[in-house]
């Protein structure tokens, strides 16, 4: 994480990071299209077989390494009423927030109905623009961190259990791949309408 120890540094906290031994080894299975809402399913689509956790940890440095080396994008949105590169990465840290807050909630057995959220009224007052994109892919890469250590320490149960979010029906590991497929879906619309590489 190249700016995490900048970040870390200006707010005085002390992350370690986990000894592997510590960390689960349970293998995600592809959640069924029951277990979240449809419009859910183009993103879990996106999340090719394999070890999603170690997909998790590798992603966030693909994407960071693509925006970092066009610093002179962050405002670009390739259309009115797009979102900039700025404004999409701020979005993905909150998206994120959300579904593993849910992940979180469902993993511990809480039957408490979840709330959705409007994504575009989010954006509209998170303030991103006023904000640079290595700050804003500072707190991304925490946000993932952050992720990551909650799905690797959940068993085989917890990421079956299913709740309720947004009126719809969700489980544990399709919040996990709902992550990873939503940064995908971005990081594509990166390369194929912003025109970074």
């Known amino acids: 994480?190249?700016?995490?120890?900048?970040?870390?540094?200006?707010?005085?906290?002390?992350?370690?990071?986990?000894?592997?031994?510590?960390?689960?080894?349970?293998?995600?299975?592809?959640p069924g299209a029951d277990e979240h809402a449809a419009y859910f399913g183009?993103?879990?689509e996106k999340v090719p077989d394999g070890d999603l956790m170690a997909m998790l940890r590798g992603q966030i440095a693909e994407t960071a390494a693509m925006l970092r080396r066009?610093?002179?994008?962050?405002?670009f949105a390739y259309a009115p009423g797009k979102w900039s590169v700025k404004q999409v990465v701020g979005h993905l840290a909150d998206v994120e927030r959300v579904m593993?807050?849910?992940?979180?909630?469902?993993?511990?057995?809480?039957?408490?109905?979840?709330?959705?959220f409007?994504?575009?009224?989010?954006?509209?007052?998170?303030?991103?623009?006023?904000?640079?994109?290595?700050?804003?892919?500072d707190e991304f890469e925490v946000?993932?961190?952050?992720?990551?250590?909650?799905?690797?320490?959940?068993?085989?149960?917890?990421?079956?259990?299913r709740g309720t979010?947004?009126?719809?029906?969700?489980?544990?590991?399709?919040?996990?791949y709902i992550i990873a497929g939503h940064e995908r879906h971005h990081l594509a619309l990166f390369r194929e309408r912003y025109g970074l590489r």
């Open 165 to 176: 979010a947004n009126g719809n029906p969700m489980s544990v590991r399709a919040l996990f």
């Open 118 to 137: 409007d994504e575009n009224a989010w954006v509209d007052n998170a303030g991103f623009a006023s904000r640079t994109l290595e700050d804003l892919l």
């Open 42 to 44: 183009k993103y879990v």
């Open 70 to 75: 066009s610093p002179d994008r962050a405002d």
């Open 143 to 161: 946000v993932r961190a952050s992720t990551v250590q909650l799905g690797g320490h959940l068993d085989a149960d917890a990421f079956a259990r």
């Open 1 to 30: 994480m190249h700016g995490l120890s900048n970040l870390l540094s200006r707010t005085q906290v002390e992350l370690k990071q986990p000894a592997t031994d510590s960390m689960s080894t349970v293998t995600i299975v592809r």
């Open 100 to 116: 593993a807050y849910r992940a979180l909630s469902i993993a511990r057995n809480d039957p408490t109905p979840l709330p959705g």
